[in-house]
Every structure is written in C-alpha cells, then in structure tokens.
C-alpha cells in the first residue's frame, strides 16, 4: 500500500510538471492570439452591443422577454453579471475563452494520448482568426461553444466507464446550458446523439441513458428562463416559440445563404446586391416604436464584392477534405474519434445561416479537434508555421483589407 501511494504521488507530480508549463505556454499563445487576430483580421463583431445591454437589464431588471429576447438568456446573464460585477463584459468572455483552449488541449490528449499532438493543435487553434478573435467579444457563441466542449470532452472521457449514467446527470447539464446560451449548439447537440449510435464496449440501457441526458438538459434550459417562469409556464412557452418564429423566417435556407456559408471556408466573402438601398430609421422609446421612416435611395454600385482572403488561413480550407477522409474512413476510426469526426460535421451546420464570421467558431474547434487525430505532429506544427506565416504576410502587403467593387 506504501509503495502504491508512493507511486501514485510521484506519477501525480510528473504529470503536473508536464502539465503546468504547458498551461503557462497555452495562456500565452491565447493572448497573443486575441492581440494579433484584431491586427490581421481588423473588423468589429457588433452584435456584442445588444448582448451587453441586454444583460445589464437582465441581472438588474429580469426582462428577458422584453430586450433581445431573439435568444435564450443565459449567456447574456453571464455578461452581465461581468459587466456589473466585474466592471467588463470582456472579463469573462476573455476566462471562458482560455477555458476552451485547455478543455481542447485535453479532449485531443484523451483522443490521441500524445501531449505533443493536444499542444500543437491547441497552438493551432490560437492561431486561427474564427476561433481566437471571437473571444475579443461578448457574444453568446463563446459561451455556447465552451459548455458545448466541456460536454463532449465528458462524453469521450467517460466512453466506456462503468459510471455512464452518473456521468449523463452531468452532461445532460452542460448541454442544457450550452443550448440555453445558444441555440446553434442544438446542432451539436444533435451530433452527440448520433454518437451514441456507435456504441461503447459496456452493456448500458441507451433508452435510460438518453432520458437522463433529455430530462437533465430540459430543465437545465427552463431553470435559465426563470424569469419568464416565475410569472407562468405559458410566458416561458410563449417566449420560446416567439424565438422559433423569429428564427424561422431570419434564418432561413437559400442557396444565397449556403453559398455566401460554404465560401467563408475559404475567404471571409460578403456579396451586397444593393439597388436599391433601402433604409429603415426606427425611433423607440420604452420598447415601443413612436416613430418610423423609409428611404428608398439609388445605390453607386448594383453589386459589391468584399474580399477578404485572412479569415480560414490554412485550417478551414482543409475541411472539405477531412470530411471526404473521414466518410472513407469512417469504419475504420476508432470510436473516440468517430465521435469527434460526427461533432465536426455536425458544427458546419450553422453555415446554413451565412457568412457571419463568428458561427465558424464551432467548426474551427471541432475540425481542429478532428485534424489532431489524423496528423502527426509535424503536420501541425507544418500548419501552425504556415498559419503564422500567411497572416504575417496578408497583413503585411495590407492584402487582409482588400475590397473590390464590381458593378
């Protein structure tokens, strides 16, 4: 027993020996990425403005179903909270942020059980603008996206223990949370369902464990709109298709929408058909409109082209690829790394909405994740060096704030 603890201690040190100078190296490389993302890729995510207001009047006032009530509350709580309490809403989003790098350091350590693959891809991840320049902003996507991986990393840590469904109470939280600061990670969600189609080693009832998984998520996402619920359940359910409809007829499908989605893997794209242009000017006092106008203007150009060729640097552009890889190879992929491969496809779903930068930050992490246990560690450190290298570049000949006008 003596030399068992003796052992036990001396394994736990060298693992924090390893463990803490590469935590201190990660840190790093996730501040410098926020830094240099804001050089190299020099455009505003603007929509943290109404998030930040939004959840000032949460914490103070609890109107969730009056102020961008577009999305579920819960992220917007937590940037209020950080606003009010912390004096910044960018102070939480900057810890969840990292959180998410360390949390990916070690889901790719669990895939690959090699520490050089997790600290190269999670270098990589630092160095590519869709993940590290979002967490400059308070948006809903960073705390969707870190609840998300906390879920999944629980989900491959826990692949065939014994203890499944104490494990589910705890995931079945996380994503309940993730979907109740977003809900784009209900397509991720979905992808964790399908994981659990290739089942494990250990003989466990799937139908209890997904009632678990169903029944903990569901409450987790109702107790974020307690607000709604102290009033009455119908408030909660009235809000909650109000949001479905908004997103049906703001989100929908097109071949506009897929196209302008499928581009941005390749180059932050935007395409503006702009005759005419129509403004409208909207004055609301107390959320009540008291005054609207309409301006119907020629526009210069009938067509504007903005090309940005920055924004995947050499990682998205890689995933059209894994995907082909990944279905060719699908029966021969263990079953952690299926479950990795199914959560990176399902995190291209959101770019059916568009070429919104911000959406690709699930894609990034998850195929990041993917790339890890196809490539050595040469290949990654092959990308990172390229990564590095075509920003430097891009930035350099002022090529990262290239438009062109086509009429």
């Given at each position: 027993?003596k030399?068992?603890?003796?052992?036990?201690?001396?394994?736990?040190?060298?693992c924090?020996?390893?463990?803490l100078?590469?935590?201190?190296?990660?840190?790093l490389?996730?501040?410098?990425?926020?830094?240099?993302?804001?050089?190299v890729?020099?455009?505003s995510?603007?929509?943290?403005?109404?998030?930040?207001?939004?959840?000032i009047?949460?914490v103070?006032?609890?109107?969730i179903?009056?102020?961008?009530?577009?999305?579920?509350?819960?992220?917007?709580y937590?940037?209020g909270?950080?606003?009010?309490?912390?004096?910044?809403?960018?102070?939480?989003?900057f810890?969840?942020?990292?959180?998410c790098?360390?949390?990916?350091?070690?889901?790719?350590?669990?895939?690959t059980?090699?520490?050089?693959?997790?600290?190269?891809?999670?270098?990589?991840?630092?160095?590519?603008?869709?993940?590290?320049?979002?967490?400059?902003?308070?948006?809903?996507?960073?705390?969707?996206?870190?609840?998300?991986?906390?879920?999944?990393?629980?989900?491959?840590?826990?692949?065939?223990?014994?203890?499944?469904?104490?494990?589910?109470?705890v995931?079945?939280?996380?994503?309940?949370?993730?979907?109740a600061?977003?809900?784009?990670?209900?397509y991720l969600?979905?992808?964790?369902?399908?994981?659990?189609?290739?089942?494990?080693?250990?003989?466990?009832?799937?139908k209890?464990?997904?009632i678990?998984?169903?029944?903990?998520s569901?409450?987790t996402?109702?107790?974020?709109?307690?607000?709604?619920?102290?009033?009455?359940?119908?408030?909660?359910?009235?809000?909650?298709?109000r949001?479905?409809l908004?997103?049906?007829?703001?989100?929908s499908?097109?071949?506009?929408t897929?196209t302008?989605?499928?581009?941005?893997?390749f180059?932050?794209?935007?395409?503006?058909?702009r005759l005419?242009?129509?403004?409208?000017?909207?004055?609301v006092?107390?959320s009540?409109?008291?005054?609207q106008?309409?301006?119907?203007t020629p526009?210069?150009?009938?067509?504007?082209?903005?090309?940005?060729?920055?924004?995947?640097?050499?990682?998205?552009?890689?995933?059209?690829?894994?995907?082909?890889?990944?279905?060719?190879?699908?029966k021969?992929?263990?079953?952690p790394?299926k479950?990795?491969?199914i959560?990176?496809?399902?995190?291209?779903?959101?770019?059916?909405?568009?070429?919104?930068?911000?959406?690709?930050?699930?894609?990034?992490y998850?195929?990041?994740?993917?790339f890890?246990?196809?490539?050595r560690?040469?290949?990654?450190?092959?990308l990172?060096?390229?990564?590095?290298?075509?920003?430097?570049?891009?930035?350099?000949?002022?090529?990262?704030?290239?438009?062109i006008?086509?009429?």
């Amino acid at each position: 027993m003596k030399s068992f603890r003796h052992y036990v201690t001396r394994k736990t040190a060298g693992c924090a020996e390893i463990l803490l100078p590469i935590l201190m190296l990660l840190l790093l490389a996730y501040i410098a990425g926020l830094r240099l993302s804001e050089v190299v890729f020099p455009y505003s995510y603007s929509d943290e403005y109404y998030y930040i207001t939004a959840g000032i009047n949460y914490v103070k006032y609890g109107n969730i179903d009056l102020i961008n009530w577009e999305h579920p509350p819960l992220a917007k709580y937590l940037i209020g909270l950080s606003t009010i309490y912390l004096g910044n809403p960018h102070v939480i989003v900057f810890l969840v942020g990292y959180l998410c790098v360390i949390i990916f350091f070690f889901t790719v350590l669990t895939l690959t059980h090699n520490y050089y693959r997790a600290l190269f891809s999670s270098l990589l991840l630092c160095s590519s603008i869709p993940f590290i320049k979002t967490f400059n902003y308070a948006l809903l996507d960073c705390f969707a996206l870190f609840f998300s991986s906390l879920a999944f990393y629980l989900a491959i840590l826990t692949l065939n223990r014994e203890h499944a469904y104490t494990y589910s109470f705890v995931e079945g939280i996380l994503w309940g949370l993730a979907v109740a600061s977003k809900w784009t990670s209900l397509y991720l969600f979905l992808g964790r369902i399908i994981c659990s189609l290739f089942r494990p080693t250990i003989k466990i009832s799937y139908k209890k464990y997904f009632i678990i998984l169903f029944v903990m998520s569901s409450i987790t996402y109702m107790l974020a709109f307690i607000s709604d619920l102290n009033k009455s359940f119908s408030v909660f359910l009235q809000h909650n298709i109000r949001m479905i409809l908004f997103m049906l007829s703001h989100h929908s499908i097109t071949l506009h929408t897929l196209t302008k989605g499928l581009t941005l893997l390749f180059l932050k794209t935007t395409f503006w058909h702009r005759l005419p242009n129509v403004f409208i000017t909207l004055t609301v006092v107390n959320s009540t409109v008291i005054n609207q106008s309409i301006t119907i203007t020629p526009a210069p150009y009938t067509l504007e082209i903005d090309i940005l060729p920055t924004f995947g640097a050499f990682l998205l552009p890689l995933v059209p690829f894994a995907l082909v890889y990944g279905i060719l190879q699908f029966k021969k992929l263990s079953t952690p790394h299926k479950y990795a491969f199914i959560l990176a496809v399902s995190s291209i779903f959101p770019v059916l909405h568009g070429s919104i930068p911000w959406y690709y930050i699930y894609a990034t992490y998850f195929w990041c994740a993917f790339f890890a246990t196809m490539f050595r560690s040469k290949y990654l450190i092959i990308l990172l060096i390229m990564n590095i290298l075509y920003y430097a570049l891009l930035t350099s000949l002022n090529l990262n704030r290239l438009v062109i006008f086509g009429v």
